[in-house]
């Protein structure tokens, strides 16, 4: 794939979207209330300690883990947040995108890339400091999906 | 009134064989969906029903639905 992109994308550009329909035809619904999104995507890693490698302790990296955290502004009112909190108190999984543009644009010529998977919302606190908005802190995990293409995350394009 | 299946073609317009998922109005596609008449196909009678179920959950102002369930319910406009 040829990427168009010749300017820096900027963070606020990215979107999360979750799956408000079924996992056949999927509704991808905004998650427009969230400031930054602290990703985790890393393999774990082992050492390996023969005497084989010259006297070096090497590495390999295993399986990868993938993790979205993001903080919200705690709005009773907001229907994204309502559908994610109800999925959190129910261990629901829940389907979602984090996409570098809008699930109708993107940087590149055939859509936005980003990550598509199931998650477990793994946290949902309500944070109630004194002298601030009350804000809720969420985060996903990569989980065990209901469907083949989505046991490890599928890609549109490339990541 | 909102000229759903007008929003929907835009929506439509410019997009490719190789892009999975395109954004719609909100609004415009509840409505499209409302006022698509019924698949001949079940499983196309599945797809709406399904389609109309997550757009009955959604919210904001756009959505993103696949590209091929897209133009199966465009088709399905008078």
Known sequence: MTTT????????????????????????????????????????????????QNGFAVTVAGLRKLSFEWSSVYDPADAAQTALRTLYWANTNVEMQFLDGLVSGGSYTNGPNGVEGTFQISKFPRQEE?????????????????????????????? | MLDYKKALAKSLEGTNEDQKYVGVNLDAWRLCLENASVPEKDADKKTLDELKYGAGRASGDHVGVRLDQAKMVFSLLA
């Open chain 1, 5 to 52: 992109i010749t300017a820096p994308v900027m963070g606020f550009n990215g979107k999360a979207y979750y799956n408000s329909g079924t996992h056949g035809s999927p509704t991808w619904s905004l998650v427009a209330n969230l400031g930054d999104i602290k990703v985790t995507d890393e393999r774990t890693t082992k050492d390996i300690e023969v005497r084989s």
């Open chain 1, 130 to 159: 004194l002298n601030n908005a009350m804000m809720v802190d969420m985060g996903v995990v990569l989980t065990y999906g209901d469907g083949t293409n989505w046991l490890v995350p599928t890609r549109i394009g490339s990541v």
